[in-house]
């Protein structure tokens, strides 16, 4: 018998470690469900050796955060010509990266809540960088993800110990004025829409507590006209090629009643968990937790499969280039 051996990472460097083990452990189980053979790999220093003793053929991560998510793993991967499920090395850090990713946003006319990115050294100044943004704003870690480190500001006073805060995160912080409206996600799979959900919850911000412990309420489709459902959902599909992304990818936008939607962020290692998002937009669609899984298997590759050989090109026609 031929067959693949899978190997789900969990685990991993960040501080979304947890929320991994649990959406590593639903895939393993879900893939084991349908027949693959699959180990579980713990990621984290000597990834490479486990990598090699479990003697995987493929990995699927299930990994969130830095390292996992932010295209290092990804980067070992592609050296050891092991195809993986998600983005590729580029895709995964620009997207890690809010600032870098808003600047893409920008240049591809998407719109994105106004905002600035400082770092620790900034700290002092960061009263004057704020300028006229306002208040209330939000500060989150540049790099990071189910809302660790971020606050909601309401005071130029609380400002500072909300940077500060942040940057223990990877070192810097965005600010962006905070938009009031409905949260919607829109979730791709090899770059189609596959749905969309809005996300309604109790507290001010869409926090850790509400993410991961309940109280929040999701509404498939979204409570939008079809046309603004759809305008997002191209919004999103934009973002995803802007970024160069593959696989699996959950785009977050707020909605505000009066005024454009406003694009968060792009995941490009969505939550899995039995209570995520994409598992809940696929199952909308009529894909099981177990067909999902199984897709996203389907789709993992190496980006640098297609790259064929330099044609050899004769030194005099370098010269010629050159003094053109
Ligand atoms: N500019 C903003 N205006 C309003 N709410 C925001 C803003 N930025 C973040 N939030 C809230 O915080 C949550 C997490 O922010 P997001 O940028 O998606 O980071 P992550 O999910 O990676 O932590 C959002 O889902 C939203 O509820
Ligand atoms: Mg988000």
């Known amino acids: 018998m031929n067959q693949r051996r899978v190997g789900v990472l969990l685990g991993g460097w960040g501080e979304e470690k947890e929320i991994s083990m649990?959406?590593?452990?639903?895939?393993?189980?879900?893939?084991?469900?349908?027949?693959?053979?699959?180990?579980?790999?713990?990621a984290g220093p000597g990834l490479d050796q486990s990598l090699r003793q479990a003697g995987v053929d493929v990995a699927f991560l299930a990994l969130h955060g830095r390292m996992g998510e932010?295209?290092?793993?990804?980067?070992?991967?592609?050296?050891?010509?092991?195809?993986?499920t998600g983005s590729g090395v580029l895709a995964?850090?620009?997207?890690?990266?809010?600032?870098?990713?808003?600047?893409?946003?920008?240049?591809?006319?998407?719109?994105?809540?106004?905002?600035?990115?400082?770092?620790?050294?900034?700290?002092?100044?960061?009263?004057?960088?704020?300028?006229?943004?306002?208040f209330p704003c939000v500060v989150k870690p540049a790099s990071g993800g189910s809302s660790v480190g971020l606050s909601l500001v309401h005071t130029l006073e609380e400002l500072r110990p909300a940077?500060?805060?942040?940057?223990?995160?990877?070192?810097?912080?965005?600010?962006?004025?905070?938009v009031k409206g409905r949260e919607v996600t829109v979730a791709i799979l090899g770059g189609e829409?596959?749905?969309?959900?809005e996300i309604s919850s109790p507290s001010a911000t869409f926090d850790y507590t509400t993410k991961y412990e309940g109280g929040a309420r999701y509404h498939l489709p979204p409570r939008l006209s079809p046309t603004r459902t759809s305008n997002l959902e191209?919004?999103?599909?934009?973002?995803?090629?802007?970024?160069?992304?593959?696989?699996?990818?959950?785009?977050?936008?707020?909605?505000?009643d009066i005024g454009n939607e406003v694009l968060l962020e792009v995941n490009t290692l969505p939550g899995m968990t039995p209570s995520s998002l994409l598992p809940k937009i696929a199952k909308a669609r009529g894909l099981s937790f177990e067909d999902l899984c199984e897709k996203l298997l389907?789709?993992?590759?190496?980006?640098?499969?297609?790259?064929?050989?330099?044609?050899?090109?004769?030194?005099r026609v370098v010269v010629e280039r050159h003094a053109g």
Not at 23 to 34: M, N, P
Not at 193 to 197: D, E, F, I, R, Y
Not at 234 to 256: S, V, W
């Open 22 to 42: 649990k959406t590593g452990e639903a895939i393993a189980s879900a893939l084991e469900k349908r027949g693959h053979a699959v180990t579980r790999v713990t």
């Open 70 to 84: 932010d295209g290092k793993v990804q980067g070992l991967l592609e050296v050891m010509g092991l195809p993986y």
């Open 92 to 134: 995964s850090a620009l997207a890690m990266n809010k600032g870098f990713a808003k600047k893409l946003f920008r240049q591809h006319n998407l719109a994105t809540p106004a905002g600035y990115v400082v770092g620790t050294a900034e700290l002092d100044e960061v009263e004057e960088l704020h300028c006229d943004l306002g």
């Open 163 to 178: 940077v500060a805060s942040a940057c223990r995160y990877g070192g810097e912080a965005l600010v962006e004025r905070y």
């Open 193 to 197: 829409v596959l749905g969309s959900c």
């Open 234 to 256: 191209a919004m999103a599909l934009t973002a995803y090629r802007a970024l160069g992304c593959k696989g699996a990818a959950r785009i977050d936008f707020i909605c505000p």
């Open 298 to 315: 389907a789709l993992a590759e190496l980006e640098n499969v297609d790259v064929r050989p330099m044609p050899r090109v004769s030194a």
